[in-house]
């Protein structure tokens, strides 16, 4: 328990002063207070709920459901505060990691300790260099210790059994550190990084993972809740081993079905899939596919704009960027995307670095902004709103798949259960 935490508690009444020096590992701990406390202190924590909900609203998710262990009073304020944590929390990784591991397995261990959400759904992407090994990258044969598998279950085993997980690597990341969402986003071009996205469970908004490869029809659309579905707003794909032959043929089939003006399609090609805990099928790494995360719900709002080949200096990236902002999506409890081609970064704009990253900050100075840089993009300027909609008008499709571009993407989620209150 920290300082303010524990002052907190003291406040009301109903911790003793001998409680700050000590730590609170599990369950037991939170029994050892209770019965040090004098009668009056050990009556508050046992019997009036807007004082325990005061005290256990200062703890971490995972020290929360521990101290609802406790006893039944404290597991329904538990439950209630657990129902108003639907803010997302991320963890940022920026810094090499030890030698046999990558520093987001680190830092997901660590940060996992301090945040206040229960993650329902997570992506994760790192860069591929340090992730994979240079003995599994397909332009690569020099030998490496880490193991990507391993890796990747070792990501997954700090997270929720029921937690759906979705891990990519790429060439290069784009992350915004943690701390604060108004924190400049940076594009890591070269070297170690990876982020961790923790979706929780928001009221309103339905997120699940999808995955196809090898053979599809588009009845496989429908099962994956892509077609057929009203509320569907947003679709993020991600195609891997895009290398293979056949793997653009397989892309076109399965987003030339989705490119309706109603929902915001995003994405890039990434280097390989590393994580996808709904599934266990060993074949899917062996071919081409397309995996994602799907965004449905009326309170759901997004736009996208796309930076093409004209958008070559920071006056043209910020001409994009106010195009985004015309869009009006609401800023709180919303995240940034940014799908860039290896090709741009600061060589694209002759060596000044971070240009389009700083360039959405300055629009968007406390949306956290997250992203890659892939082999392609996928993704077109829409705006989908609660009050407005671009829809067809004709039978000619957007564009979707682009190289040497980058994609801006805004979700927002709604309000808060917090704010809602």
């Known amino acids: 328990m920290t300082y303010l935490e524990c002052a907190a508690a003291r406040a009301s009444g109903s911790l003793p002063a001998s409680w700050c020096a000590r730590q609170a590992p599990g369950a037991e701990a939170w029994v050892a207070v209770a019965m040090e406390s004098d009668g009056k202190g050990a009556y508050v924590l046992s019997n009036l709920a807007e004082v325990v909900e005061r005290i256990l609203s200062f703890l971490p998710t995972k020290a929360l459901l521990r101290a609802a262990c406790v006893c039944r009073l404290w597991r329904e304020c538990a439950r209630r505060l657990l129902r108003t944590q639907q803010s997302i929390a991320w963890v940022s990784a920026l810094e090499p990691g030890p030698s046999d591991s990558h520093s987001l397995v680190r830092a997901l261990a660590e940060e996992l300790e301090n945040v206040h959400v229960l993650p329902r759904t997570v992506l994760y992407i790192a860069d591929a260099e340090t992730f994979i090994g240079y003995e599994e990258c397909h332009r690569q044969k020099r030998a490496r210790k880490r193991n990507s598998k391993e890796t990747a279950i070792a990501l997954e085993k700090l997270l929720p059994k029921r937690c759906q997980v979705l891990g990519l690597v790429a060439p290069g990341i784009v992350v915004t550190p943690m701390g604060s969402s108004s924190n400049r986003p940076k594009e890591i071009e070269d070297g170690e990084a990876g982020f961790a996205l923790l979706f929780p469970k928001i009221d309103g908004v339905k997120i699940h993972t999808f995955h196809f490869f090898k053979v599809f029809d588009?009845?496989?659309?429908?099962?994956?809740?892509?077609?057929?579905?009203?509320?569907?707003?947003?679709?993020?794909?991600?195609?891997?081993?895009?290398?293979?032959?056949?793997?653009?043929?397989?892309?076109n089939q399965i987003i030339n079905p989705l490119n309706e003006k109603s929902i915001i399609l995003a994405g890039?090609?990434?280097?390989?899939?590393?994580?996808?805990?709904?599934?266990?099928?060993t074949e899917a790494g062996d071919s081409h596919?397309?995996?994602?995360?799907?965004?449905?719900?009326?309170?759901?709002?997004?736009?996208?704009?796309?930076?093409?080949?004209?958008?070559?200096?920071?006056?043209?990236?910020?001409?994009?960027?106010?195009?985004?902002?015309?869009?009006?999506?609401?800023?709180?409890?919303?995240?940034?995307?940014?799908?860039?081609?290896?090709?741009?970064?600061?060589?694209?704009y002759k060596t000044k670095r971070n240009l389009?990253?700083?360039?959405?900050?300055?629009?968007?100075?406390?949306?956290?902004?997250?992203?890659?840089?892939?082999?392609?993009?996928?993704?077109?300027?829409?705006?989908?709103?609660?009050?407005?909609?671009?829809r067809e008008c004709n039978d000619i499709k957007d564009d979707l798949l682009h190289g040497y571009t980058t994609v801006m993407t805004l979700i927002h989620l709604g309000l808060t259960k917090a704010n809602q209150v």
């Open 289 to 348: 596919g397309v995996v994602g995360l799907a965004f449905s719900g009326p309170q759901l709002q997004s736009a996208a704009v796309l930076l093409d080949q004209d958008v070559i200096d920071e006056r043209t990236v910020e001409a994009a960027m106010q195009r985004l902002k015309a869009a009006n999506i609401p800023e709180h409890n919303t995240i940034g995307f940014m799908f860039a081609c290896v090709g741009r970064g600061y060589q694209y």
């Open 268 to 281: 890039g090609y990434v280097e390989s899939l590393t994580s996808l805990t709904s599934e266990n099928n």
């Open 356 to 390: 389009e990253a700083d360039a959405f900050r300055k629009f968007f100075p406390n949306v956290p902004l997250f992203g890659f840089f892939g082999h392609g993009e996928i993704g077109c300027d829409r705006i989908v709103t609660g009050n407005f909609i671009l």
């Open 218 to 251: 588009e009845s496989k659309l429908t099962e994956a809740g892509l077609k057929n579905n009203p509320e569907l707003r947003v679709v993020l794909l991600f195609v891997y081993n895009s290398w293979k032959p056949g793997a653009n043929r397989f892309l």
